[in-house]
């Protein structure tokens, strides 16, 4: 069972279908939809401000998603995926983008509906990628647009890979 724990009284809620690996640590305020997951090692920690999580959103082996008190919550809209040992930190992500591999994503960004941070990419303060956009390097910049659904596909392979560990 993973590390389920209330801080200040706010205690982590989830909808429906959701999978949490033995060794993810989900923190204080913290609102999930249906069918997320969060993966081996992963911790959402929303001891200082909220964390609101759409459905279907994934939280991959090693990522940390976390907030700041004086900046702000994270809001991961609906079909939202957060790559291998990336980090999430009191911005926004649109429905259906993907945070890539080992990725960083700093305070008050916003990343666009079906948008793509590519692995390793640090996406600084207060950057606004739109949609569709493809934005990669350090600190990230504007390489191409999307091809359809390129983002977004990859939510529904999470939901699929937890079920099999729901049902196991």
Same mark, same amino acid.
């Given at each position: 069972?993973?590390?389920?724990?209330?801080?200040?009284?706010?205690?982590?809620?989830?909808?429906?279908?959701?999978?949490?690996?033995?060794?993810?640590?989900?923190?204080?305020?913290?609102?999930?939809? @249906?069918?997320?997951?969060?993966?081996?090692?992963?911790?959402?920690?929303? @001891?200082?401000?909220?964390?609101?999580?759409?459905?279907?959103?994934?939280?991959?082996?090693?990522?940390?998603?976390?907030?700041?008190?004086?900046?702000?919550?994270?809001?991961?809209?609906?079909?939202?995926?957060?790559?291998?040992?990336?980090?999430?930190?009191?911005?926004?992500?649109?429905?259906?983008?993907?945070?890539?591999?080992?990725?960083?994503?700093?305070?008050?960004?916003?990343?666009?509906?079906?948008?793509?941070?590519?692995?390793?990419?640090?996406?600084?303060?207060?950057?606004?990628?739109?949609?569709?956009?493809?934005?990669?390097?350090?600190?990230?910049?504007?390489?191409?647009?999307?091809?359809? @659904?390129?983002?977004?596909?990859?939510?529904?392979?999470?939901?699929?890979?937890?079920?099999?560990?729901?049902?196991?």
């Amino acid at each position: 069972m993973a590390l389920i724990k209330t801080v200040k009284g706010l205690a982590p809620k989830w909808g429906k279908d959701c999978y949490f690996s033995e060794t993810a640590a989900i923190v204080g305020e913290v609102m999930m939809g @249906d069918e997320c997951s969060v993966w081996f090692n992963a911790v959402v920690r929303g @001891d200082v401000a909220p964390i609101t999580m759409g459905n279907r959103v994934n939280i991959q082996d090693g990522a940390c998603v976390h907030v700041t008190n004086t900046t702000g919550p994270v809001v991961m809209e609906d079909d939202v995926t957060v790559g291998h040992n990336a980090t999430v930190h009191a911005c926004t992500i649109r429905r259906g983008a993907l945070i890539g591999m080992g990725a960083t994503v700093l305070d008050n960004a916003d990343i666009g509906e079906g948008a793509i941070v590519a692995a390793g990419a640090l996406v600084l303060q207060g950057t606004k990628i739109g949609p569709h956009e493809i934005w990669g390097g350090v600190p990230a910049k504007f390489l191409k647009k999307t091809r359809p @659904d390129q983002a977004e596909s990859f939510a529904a392979h999470y939901v699929e890979y937890s079920k099999w560990y729901l049902d196991s």
